[in-house]
């Protein structure tokens, strides 16, 4: 079963307008977190927000807002006021902490390519 | 505060022969790991270090290898290449391997030919 699932490959949104980018997780560990980054097309990863398993309220940063359930195993991602520039690949993220601290590792979704129309 | 820099952003190789890629991570951070990116495949983790140990590895043949100095930089090395490795390789770093972001820099784009 994969660990992360971004359902939309692909997402048109008029500029100025509000998105909102999908991300399911599995995971059975109880302290985990979630992540999303932006990629354009130069390739670079750009991080733009964290929610820890255990934060009880959803993450913000600037523009960004993370919609997290829990319960449901979702983390999804908010986009207000689209740019243009907000135009790239979006990937959810998720790191396990297992007992005994030793699995660190990021799982990636498959990816959404956001579109920003002007 | 300077980013993460890979070196070289482009390389060409041939099947059979070997590559090292380097990377230097943001200043004070100690966790260092690399991803492998494929059309096909997505994001795959490699390894990662902390402090010049590898903490956890991929699945990933034995060509792929890793280390960490003591300043934190990190090299990956693939030997014996092949045209399955074509790839961009991202490093990443963070402050610690806990809950901190990773921190990306821009890749390196090998293709093997």
């Known amino acids: 079963a994969q660990k992360i699932t971004q359902t939309q490959p692909g997402m048109f949104v008029q500029e100025k307008e509000a998105v909102t980018l999908d991300c399911t997780y599995d995971t059975s560990d109880q302290s985990y977190g979630l992540f999303w980054y932006k990629q354009p097309s130069s390739g670079e990863m750009i991080f733009l927000i964290y929610q820890g398993s255990y934060d009880e309220q959803n993450a913000t940063e600037g523009r960004y807002s993370l919609n997290f359930q829990k319960a449901r195993k979702s983390a999804n991602l908010v986009i207000s006021a689209s740019q243009l520039g907000d135009s790239a690949m979006y990937f959810c993220a998720m790191r396990e902490v297992h007992s005994g601290g030793s699995n660190y590792k990021l799982t990636f979704g498959k990816g959404t390519l956001l579109t920003v129309n002007p | 505060k300077a980013g993460v820099t890979q070196t070289p952003r482009y390389l060409i190789k041939t099947r059979g022969q070997q590559v090292t890629l380097s990377c230097s991570p943001i200043s004070g951070h100690r966790s260092v790991s690399w991803y492998q990116q494929t059309p096909g495949q997505g994001l795959q983790f490699l390894f990662e270090?902390?402090?010049?140990?590898?903490?956890n590895k991929g699945n990933f043949p034995g060509r792929f290898s890793g280390r960490q100095f003591s300043n934190s930089r990190s090299e990956m090395n693939v030997s014996t290449l092949e045209l399955g490795d074509s790839a961009l390789y991202l490093c990443?770093?963070?402050?610690?391997?806990?809950?901190?972001?990773?921190?990306f820099g821009n890749g390196t784009r090998l293709t093997v030919t």
């Open positions: 990443a770093s963070s402050f610690s391997p806990y809950n901190s972001p990773l921190h």
């Open positions: 270090y902390f402090s010049e140990t590898q903490r």
